[in-house]
């Protein structure tokens, strides 16, 4: 329960009134005086992102991150299947309570293996409540057409039984603009107790900033990205609506912020006199500065922070109209690198003119570096960003903000950039305790608003950054925390939208994840039983989407990637599956052949889950001890199947094609297309071939009972013991307790692995049976290796401790 925890951060106030006569939805539940409403459509996959996440973690130890652990500890009893309203409320006794609101369905609460639950119904109510009490933690609950509410509070369930409470239209909106694909959602409002601002200065309050937020969140395990949208109803009251009228210009601050420094504010405009305007009305009583023709030819004004120095910059699209304003500030005080430094006479003419935006007012000194007018008080930081202006060693050439303002668009009205120090003293601003972290490597975090139409696009980061790996490095780049140990050997599966790769696996509860390769954990989902083999993915629609397909002992699956079982699967069977299932597509077209494999007997499917009538091949003498397999050699179409006496080689409709001249006693390796053969080994080590007609062929590849063997269709690969065979080179190796090679074929080389279970070492070959630099590694089971993203690196993935998976780039 600890993921809760983390709204603090990220989630401000939403109090609403709404609720409907006819209330078919969640939204139709949030309790009055809400404070935070949290939207999920995964919990599960929440969860795990939150534990997942390196820096909310950061702030486990903090007294509101544990006093809402405690208080949600009951939120773990629920098993939904939809979506996930959280709300929290003040009452009038300045408490905070909790709801959540779901669909209801039978299995949504499992209590009946908990030893610390109980449960009774209240007795005189009118509707029927139920009050459960779990470890220390007591909440109630009733259901409501169709709707499970439960509460820390019985007098918020009392009232969600009223029909009469008005509608809030304008709440319906916000909640339609959140989206159902990201980790979290957060409708959010600005006047709580809890977050006082998302800015640097004590001036820009969220309370005068804006009235609310409704943001989506996405957390990985090492960035947390936010987008959604700001509101304010009255366009005289909240800071964010003097950039109505306004166009958002290009930021470039960060073209002549030091990278040394703390970070900037920025914000633009097409032309000063509507926003000048729009502060007039802003400040109602305030004055404004006289004489502000400095600003007529300026788009964008910046604060660049270093400690507790600040310098304002004016980026101008008209050098020399803004020189002239200045006509009168041109007494040099001092030149440095061969740039003039002026006094300034107006020290307080920003702060007069922007403030809240700025309220520095002891800009004493300024200089000109090209359309960058920058004025400051302090010398050494005027000389700091000259001397990193000339240099090109300014923010906008540094690789965390590049890989940041990848997530950011280039145009903001109002722009925050801010490095560990700054970010540490926002968020600090919004606890009433001292906050003991470490942000160091959240080298860069940002955060944009860009006016639009009476409302504001908001987009945030917060980025752990990543030093440049040296050429050969090998990075870890992701530890994955799952909440059980794993069971099954992680691997790579193509998300069919983006074309890149992500991660499967089990855990020993049978839960199957799918994550991506950012490390968040996307899906997570129960089956019955342990995945035997490997998932294949098929297209079963023939549409470009493909889905996972797979076996356990009594189960055959086809999942898509949103974690849903496609009708009609899955099939059960009574008696149980004995090889993982096989999966063949004869000639390419998506007219799939699903092969279940239960003792002696192999039984073919379509993917209509009906069984082949045209697969005459039923049963073999004996136990099949390998995956059926499926070879093309010339326009032939071969089927494998495996005994340990025997190899069934047959066509299409499962009649014999092959009949091998020599029996053999085989080893339980699979069956390989090596050479235009079907290739495997025998009990004693010797390598086995048959070709098509029939022909056996054995060689004696002096490999010990146990052993392991691997091939394409022109490399052999062979690991016995402590020698690692690569073609005909053949290593010896340490004595340990090996998995078998893996082979892989990426951008035209050749890569084999294994993995010393005994030592926790994964080694890395290439085809000439040398190891890559920096090798082995630590893991716990077989790598996979493959191109994962849009870069050309290779990454791997292998399990790491028992519940955690890893994954390591090449460099």
């Given at each position: 329960m600890r993921f809760f925890c983390f709204s603090l951060l990220l989630c401000l106030t939403f109090s609403c009134t709404n609720t409907k006569t006819n209330r078919q939805q969640p939204i139709d539940y949030i309790p009055e005086n809400t404070s935070v409403v949290l939207k999920t459509s995964n919990l599960e996959s929440l969860k795990s992102s939150i534990n997942n996440s390196d820096l909310l973690q950061k702030f486990s130890k903090t007294n509101p991150y544990n006093n809402l652990e405690s208080k949600l500890e009951s939120v773990s009893l629920l098993k939904p299947k939809s979506d996930v309203l959280i709300c929290f409320s003040n009452t009038k006794a300045d408490s905070l309570e909790f709801t959540v609101i779901t669909k209801y369905h039978d299995q949504l609460v499992k209590t009946d293996s908990l030893p610390n639950y109980?449960?009774?119904?209240?007795?005189?109510?009118?509707?029927?409540?139920?009050?459960?009490?779990?470890?220390?933690?007591?909440?109630?609950?009733?259901?409501?057409?169709?709707?499970?509410?439960?509460?820390?509070?019985?007098?918020?369930?009392?009232?969600?039984?009223?029909?009469?409470?008005?509608?809030?239209?304008?709440?319906?909106?916000?909640?339609?603009?959140?989206?159902?694909?990201?980790?979290?959602?957060?409708?959010?409002?600005?006047?709580?107790?809890?977050?006082?601002?998302?800015?640097?200065?004590?001036?820009?309050?969220?309370?005068?900033?804006?009235?609310?937020?409704?943001?989506?969140?996405?957390?990985?395990?090492?960035?947390?990205?936010?987008?959604?949208?700001?509101?304010?109803?009255?366009?005289?009251?909240?800071?964010?609506?003097?950039?109505?009228?306004?166009?958002?210009?290009?930021?470039?601050?960060?073209?002549?912020?030091?990278?040394?420094?703390?970070?900037?504010?920025?914000?633009?405009?097409?032309?000063?006199?509507?926003?000048?305007?729009?502060?007039?009305?802003?400040?109602?009583?305030?004055?404004?500065?006289?004489?502000?023709?400095?600003?007529?030819?300026?788009?964008?004004?910046?604060?660049?922070?270093?400690?507790?120095?600040?310098?304002?910059?004016?980026?101008?699209?008209?050098?020399?109209a803004t020189e002239d304003a200045l006509i009168s500030e041109q007494n040099t005080i001092d030149t440095f690198r061969e740039t003039e430094v002026y006094s300034f006479s107006k020290p307080d003419i920003f702060s007069k003119t922007f403030s809240p935006l700025i309220t520095f007012n002891n800009a004493s000194k300024y200089c000109i570096l090209d359309n960058f007018f920058v004025f400051a008080d302090n010398m050494d930081l005027l000389q700091n960003i000259i001397t990193n202006y000339q240099n090109k060693t300014t923010l906008s050439e540094k690789d965390v903000f590049i890989q940041a303002k990848e997530q950011l668009v280039d145009a903001s009205s109002l722009m925050l950039v801010a490095n560990p120090t700054t970010l540490k003293q926002v968020i600090s601003q919004n606890f009433d305790e001292e906050l003991n972290i470490n942000l160091d490597h959240y080298n860069i975090s940002a955060l944009q608003f860009i006016y639009d139409n009476n409302f504001a696009h908001v987009n945030g980061i917060i980025k752990k950054g990543k030093a440049r790996a040296e050429e050969n490095a090998v990075s870890e780049e992701l530890n994955i925390k799952l909440?059980?140990?794993?069971?099954?050997?992680?691997?790579?599966?193509?998300?069919?939208?983006?074309?890149?790769?992500?991660?499967?696996?089990?855990?020993?509860?049978?839960?199957?994840?799918?994550?991506?390769?950012?490390?968040?954990?996307?899906?997570?989902?129960?089956?019955?039983?342990?995945?035997?083999?490997?998932?294949?993915?098929?297209?079963?629609y023939k549409n470009g989407r493909l889905q996972f397909a797979f076996a356990t002992p009594n189960r055959v699956y086809v999942i898509d990637r949103n974690g849903k079982d496609v009708s009609p699967f899955p099939m059960k069977f009574n008696d149980k599956i004995t090889q993982p299932l096989a999966v063949f597509d004869y000639d390419k077209n998506k007219n799939y052949r699903l092969l279940v494999t239960q003792g002696k007997h192999v039984l073919m499917y379509n993917d209509d889950a009906k069984e082949v009538k045209g697969f005459t091949f039923k049963s073999a003498d004996n136990t099949i001890i390998t995956t059926p397999k499926h070879f093309r050699i010339g326009s032939k179409d071969y089927i494998v199947i495996k005994t340990a006496d025997k190899l069934y080689i047959l066509d299409r409709t499962g009649k014999t094609r092959v009949t091998p001249k020599t029996g053999y006693a085989y080893s339980t390796e699979p069956v390989f297309e090596y050479n235009n053969t079907f290739t495997t080994t025998g009990v004693n080590g010797h390598l086995i071939s048959v070709d098509t007609k029939g022909n056996v062929a054995s060689r004696n590849l002096n490999l010990s009972e146990k052993h392991s063997l691997t091939t394409s269709t022109k490399s052999l690969v062979a690991q016995s013991e402590n020698k690692l065979t690569i073609k005909n080179k053949t290593i010896e190796l340490d004595y340990g307790n090996y998995t078998a090679p893996g082979f892989f074929y990426l951008n035209d080389k050749i890569y084999i692995s294994f993995t010393d279970l005994q030592t926790h070492k994964a080694y890395l070959f290439d085809s000439q049976a040398k190891l890559l630099p920096n090798f082995p590694v630590y893991g716990n089971s077989p790598i996979q290796l493959d191109n994962i993203n849009k870069d050309r690196n290779l990454e791997f993935v292998t399990k790491g401790e028992s519940n955690s998976i890893l994954l390591y780039q090449l460099n």
């Open positions: 109980k449960e009774e119904t209240i007795a005189g109510s009118k509707q029927k409540i139920t009050k459960s009490t779990f470890n220390k933690s007591t909440f109630y609950s009733t259901v409501i057409d169709s709707m499970f509410i439960a509460s820390s509070s019985k007098t918020i369930i009392d009232a969600a039984f009223n029909n009469d409470r008005i509608p809030n239209s304008e709440l319906e909106k916000i909640y339609n603009t959140t989206s159902n694909d990201r980790t979290l959602s957060a409708l959010v409002k600005a006047d709580n107790p809890i977050i006082k601002s998302l800015f640097i200065e004590d001036t820009l309050s969220l309370k005068a900033f804006t009235n609310y937020l409704a943001v989506d969140i996405d957390v990985s395990q090492n960035e947390i990205y936010v987008n959604g949208i700001s509101k304010a109803n009255d366009s005289t009251e909240s800071l964010i609506n003097i950039f109505k009228n306004t166009v958002p210009q290009e930021n470039q601050i960060q073209n002549i912020t030091p990278s040394n420094t703390d970070g900037f504010l920025s914000f633009t405009f097409r032309n000063f006199e509507n926003l000048k305007t729009n502060l007039q009305a802003y400040k109602k009583q305030d004055s404004i500065a006289n004489n502000t023709e400095l600003f007529n030819n300026i788009i964008e004004v910046g604060v660049i922070y270093q400690d507790n120095d600040r310098a304002v910059v004016l980026n101008t699209i008209d050098v020399i909440d059980n140990d794993i069971l099954t050997d992680p691997q790579f599966v193509k998300n069919h939208i983006t074309g890149e790769k992500e991660i499967v696996v089990q855990d020993i509860k049978n839960n199957l994840y799918l994550i991506s390769n950012k490390g968040k954990i996307l899906w997570k989902k129960e089956l019955q039983g342990a995945v035997l083999g490997t998932i294949e993915q098929i297209d079963i």
